[in-house]
C-alpha cells in the first residue's frame, strides 16, 4: 500500500511601504539621509565618529530640515563635538549637507545605534512637515527607506558598462550623464571625465539611486510524505520569488588591490575593441567594481527554489523487535539543504550579512551559505 500526503503552502508578501501625501511631487524636495558610525570598534572612554549626510534628490529646496539622533542619551554618551540636533534653513536640489558628531561612551555594555530622524517642509507652499529616518550607506549595507518606496530598497550607484576604446568603467552620474573613470589618470587628465573629454565631479555614493527592491513578492513551500510498506519518504522544498540581493561579495572578489581574484578578471578588457563587463585592470582600483562605494553591476534577482530537508526512514519490522524485547524501532538518514535551484552567483540567497535588520536586508557580503548537514540515526521505543 502506498500512501502520499501533498502539502501546499504559499503567501503573497505585502512590502511595507511608508507614503507621503503630494499633490505634484515633480516640484518637491526629497531627502535621504545616511548615519555611518566611523570606528570599527566601540570602547569605554574612546571616542566615537558619526557622520550624517543628508541628500536632496528632489527638484527644488528643502526648507526648515532638522536632523535628530536620539540614539545617544547624555546618561551613556558625552558629546565631545558635535550635537545630537541640527537645523538647516534650506538644503538645494541635487545637493547635500552633512554634519559630523564625536560622543564617547561613559559605560560599557551592548549599544543600539538604530535610525536618526529628518523633517523638512518639501516647497514653500508645504505646512506639514514630512519625516524621513537615515540608513547607512557602505557594503554591507547598500539599502534605504524612504517615503513612496517599500522598506529596504537597495540604493546603488548606477554604470553603464565598460568603454571598448579605454577599457574604463562608465558611471551615471545623479543626472544620468556619462562619466569615464581611471584608476591612475595620465598627466593633463582626471580620474572622472566626460565622454568628451572634459573633467567631470567624481562620480559616489552621492549618485546613488533608489533602486531595486530587496522584498519578495512570494514566498512559500511545499512538502511530501510518501509511505511505502517500512519505508518512509519525507521532502519539503521551499521557495521564494520576486526579490533583488546586493551581492557585495563579488565587489571584493574583483578589487585590485592586493587581494585574490574570482575568474571573472580573466575576461578583463585588454585592448581597444574588447566588450566586457570587467574594466581594464589597474592595481589598487577599488572604484570600478564596486569596493569603494555600491554599485549595480552587483545587484542580482534573488529568486530560488530549495530541498530543505529530505529524510529516509525504514520502520523495522515489529516481529523482528518482539524478540529482543523492543516496542519500535527507524532507522533514518536526513539532510537539510541539499540543493538550491537558483540563478543568483553567490552561495546562496537566502543568508544577509545583516542578520534580522528590518531595513537593511537582502545584502550579501562574504556571507556563509546555510550549512548543509547529513544525519544517520535510529529511534527505539522499549
Known sequence: MISVQFIVFAALLLTNSIYSASVDESN?????????????YVVEGLNLTVKYTVYNIGSVAALSVNLQDENFPSERFEY?????????????????????????????????????TVSYLTNDKA????????????LENPSITMPGHPIGMLFVTRTAGVDPASGRRIFLNAQGRQVLFQHVAPAGQSRFMYADGTVAPTVSSADAIVYKNTNAKIFGGFENNVRFKNFELNALFTYQMGNWLYYGTQAGLRDQRFWNNEVGVLNRWQKAGDVTEFPRAVFGDNVSNGSSFPLDIN????????????????????????????????????????????????????????????????????????????????????
Request: aromatic residues 8%.
Open 127 to 138: 505646512t506639514k512637515p514630512q519625516v524621513g529616518y537615515s540608513t547607512e550607506l557602505g
Open 80 to 116: 565631545v563635538d558635535g550635537f545630537s540636533s541640527v537645523n538647516w534653513s534650506k538644503v538645494p536640489p541635487q545637493s547635500n549637507v552633512t554634519h559630523t558628531a564625536v560622543v564617547k561612551p561613559r559605560t560599557v555594555g551592548l549599544f543600539n545605534f538604530t535610525s536618526a
Open 28 to 40: 518637491e524636495a526629497k531627502l535621504l539621509v545616511s548615519k555611518s558610525v566611523l570606528n570599527n
Open 299 to 382: 545587484v542580482f534577482k534573488g529568486d530560488f527554489i530549495k530541498l530543505r530537508t529530505l529524510t529516509l526512514g525504514y520502520n523495522i519490522p515489529k516481529n523482528m523487535l518482539d524478540k529482543i524485547k523492543i516496542s519500535n524501532a527507524r532507522f533514518y538518514v536526513s539532510g537539510n539543504n541539499l540543493l538550491i535551484l537558483t540563478a543568483y552567483p553567490g552561495p546562496d540567497p537566502e543568508v544577509s550579512s545583516n542578520g534580522n535588520g528590518t531595513t537593511n536586508f537582502g545584502v550579501d557580503r562574504n556571507t556563509v551559505a546555510n550549512q548543509r548537514t547529513i544525519t544517520v540515526g535510529i529511534n527505539v521505543g522499549f
